[in-house]
């Protein structure tokens, strides 16, 4: 291995950590500056984290919605300079600077493949480039391949929460990809929803005390199908679920897809699929490691991505960046619902 320096005699520690023990709320996450920095393994590089990102993933495998096997090192995506190279590896440098898609970023340290791991360019802000990771890159997949090419240019696609994270960047790359896009968001994020370019804005308001859209205080189904001239979307890119399901399926187009990519309201509930009969409709339930399964895809996805950005046709938003100390405050502000694009950690 090359970097770190390792003294054989002596545990070598993070020096943050966020450790789960137990699955449950925001107190089953353990601030620690004990655990040891992981080991480089074959075709790995350890990576020096100067920030995490925190997705909502983040609190399903912190509250026991996807199950992990306890304990572990919460976080998916981050962001450094790479400390150490494993065996094996060729290509990647002490020094680089990288964003990767990895469990265990909320920690100092993070062994990485190499196959989950980009390299960013000088002219790409390392926190604009982990916000690229799993929010740019789902994105990227749910506009490009998850529907399967039953939306066209011109055909419509709903795409709820347009100003949060994944929202954003979806609806940005959906108007690249040339669909009319009809995006939601609760009327606290307005200001943001507006600057993603939909051609219609629907804003929601909220329930009592609560950051993010109520989707029973109006008809949804009904505006939606009078914007589409009752035709209805080729395609919905639905991450917010329980509160959404059944709009999502109301207003698909003959033939269209409703993508279900995430839970933010909870899980969708058990269906049967004579519901699909009704449109002839097609259902999907992708995860974005299907979808940068294969170095050569991470790649394309990525310098496609980077492209957008760097000639500036996508905007960036980073909302929040919290220490990582303060893991919990971090966890709460995204399930109140009230992120307006990427949410980090600093290390
Ligand atoms: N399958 C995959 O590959 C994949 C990858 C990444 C993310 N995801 C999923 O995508 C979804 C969004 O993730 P994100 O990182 O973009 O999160 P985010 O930036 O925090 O956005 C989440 C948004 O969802 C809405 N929301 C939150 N809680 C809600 C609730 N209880 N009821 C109704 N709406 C609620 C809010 O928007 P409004 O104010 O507009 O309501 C909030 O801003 C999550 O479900 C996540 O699991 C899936």
């Given at each position: 291995m090359q970097g770190l320096a390792r003294d054989s005699r002596k545990c070598v520690c993070c020096e943050q950590a966020v450790v789960v023990n137990r699955v449950g709320?925001?107190?089953?996450m353990t601030y620690a500056?004990?655990?040891?920095v992981p080991l480089v393994g074959v075709h790995q590089v350890l990576v020096k984290n100067q920030f995490a990102g925190l997705n909502f993933i983040d609190t399903y495998h912190r509250s026991g919605l996807y199950k992990r096997d306890l304990p572990f090192i919460l976080g998916g995506d981050g962001g450094g300079e790479i400390a150490a190279v494993g065996s094996g590896v060729t290509g990647w440098n002490v020094g680089d600077k990288v964003a990767y898609m990895a469990d265990?970023?909320?920690?100092e340290y993070t062994a990485v493949s190499v196959g989950k791991l980009v390299k960013v360019p000088e002219q790409v802000d390392l926190k604009n480039a982990i916000a690229a990771m799993v929010q740019g890159l789902t994105a990227h997949y749910l506009v490009t391949s998850a529907h399967c090419g039953l939306i066209q240019e011109g055909e419509w696609c709903l795409i709820y929460s347009v100003g949060s994270g994944t929202g954003q960047w979806a609806a940005q790359m959906a108007k690249l990809r040339g669909y009319k896009v009809i995006g939601t968001c609760s009327a606290a994020k307005e200001e943001m929803g507006k600057t993603?370019?939909?051609d219609e804005l629907i804003l929601l308001d909220s329930p009592?005390?609560?950051?993010?859209?109520?989707?029973?205080?109006?008809d949804l189904a009904a505006k939606i199908m009078e914007i589409t001239n009752n035709v209805g979307c080729k395609c919905v890119i639905d991450g917010i679920g329980k509160s959404t399901w059944e709009i999502s399926l109301k207003v698909l187009a003959r033939r269209g897809i409703w993508?279900?990519?995430?839970?933010?309201?909870?899980v969708v509930p058990d269906f049967s699929p004579?519901?699909?009969?009704?449109?002839?409709a097609f259902l999907t339930r992708p995860k974005l490691g299907d979808y940068v399964a294969s170095r050569e895809e991470l790649d394309g996805r990525w310098s496609e991505v980077v492209d957008w950005i760097t000639t500036g046709k996508l905007a960036m938003s980073i909302d929040r960046v919290f220490p990582l100390a303060e893991a919990a405050e971090g966890h709460k502000y995204i399930e109140s619902g009230q992120t307006k694009g990427k949410t980090l950690f600093q290390l």
């Open positions: 709320d925001t107190s089953a500056e004990d655990q040891p265990g970023s909320y920690a993603v370019g939909c009592e005390g609560k950051s993010y859209a109520d989707y029973a205080s109006t993508i279900s990519f995430g839970n933010a309201s909870g004579l519901k699909l009969a009704v449109k002839s």
